[in-house]
């Protein structure tokens, strides 16, 4: 239990991150192999999750792709020669910390010829995702939320 939502996300800054790589390979070796999938993996975050998966892809095998929502790239230069995945980027336009990372982040990428594919929605702003299914959420914010889960989708239908 946290005192509040910044309780909570101060939380999330304090874990250690070789223990999130840990976790999230548990799960994708229990979900890789489950009777109900095809064996593919795909992970996405949001936020310090899509912060997460982006650094993920620095460390993991046998993912077919990764979702970056809003997330920061990893800052280590040489971690990006250690990505064998697509990743897929969804920006909001008016999410400046975040999109000023891309221009660096696409050299890196294309210099270590990794796939890095991603769109800035018109007028949406950072956790677009979020705000778009608030009633009284912007347009802009509702209008990347639902391009990006067309996205999303068409994106895995290709795997």
């Known amino acids: ?41 795909v992970v ?14 620095t460390n993991a095998d046998g993912i077919a792709a990764a979702m970056v929502f809003y997330g920061s790239p990893p800052s280590d230069e040489e971690a990006y020669a250690d990505i064998s995945v697509p990743v897929y980027g969804f920006y909001g336009e008016d999410d400046q910390r975040i999109n000023s990372t891309i221009p660096q982040t696409e050299e890196l990428m294309a210099e270590h010829n990794n796939t890095y594919d991603y769109v800035i929605y018109d007028g949406a702003g950072h956790a677009y995702m979020r705000r778009g299914d608030d009633p009284d959420g912007s ?21």
């Open 1 to 41: 239990d946290f005192s509040s939502s910044d309780a909570a996300r101060d939380a999330l800054y304090q874990l250690d991150p070789d223990q999130v790589t840990a976790d999230l390979k548990q799960v994708q070796d229990y979900i890789s192999s489950h009777p109900a999938t095809n064996g593919k993996t």
């Open 44 to 57: 996405a975050g949001f936020c310090w999750g899509g912060s997460q998966t982006f650094r993920y892809t």
């Open 139 to 159: 347009e802009a914010n509702k209008a990347a939320r639902d391009q990006s889960w067309e996205r999303l989708l068409e994106i895995m239908s290709d795997l």
